[in-house]
């Protein structure tokens, strides 16, 4: 019914790119850890928003992230809090 095809448009509307703002020059991309709801997510350069489970950098100059598979059904879902990210660590690959 309605209430579906609310969700349906809602869920299609929610993306799982996100712009960062500038961590600074000392910020190294191949250093970062992304995490939804404090719970640490993968890179997985090689996934997309429906293939995959983890995250990778859209874009060459590490400005955009991509958050793919289960991670981006849960965002588009509603069910996480928070995405933040911390600097300085060495990536979690998948």
Not at 12 to 35: E, H, K, M, R, W
Request: proline share 6%; glycine share 10%; aromatic share 8%.
């Amino acid at each position: 019914g309605l209430a579906a095809a609310l969700e349906s448009i809602a869920s299609s509307v929610i993306t799982c790119d996100y712009v960062l703002d500038d961590p600074g020059p000392s910020a190294d991309p191949d250093q970062v850890n992304f995490y939804l709801d404090d719970v640490v997510v993968p890179m997985d350069e090689g996934c997309t928003e429906d293939t995959g489970d983890g995250w990778h950098w859209l874009d060459p100059e590490h400005t955009t992230v991509e958050f793919c598979g289960d991670y981006c059904a849960r965002i588009r879902a509603g069910t996480i809090g928070t995405i933040s990210a911390t600097f300085g660590c060495p990536t979690i690959l998948l």
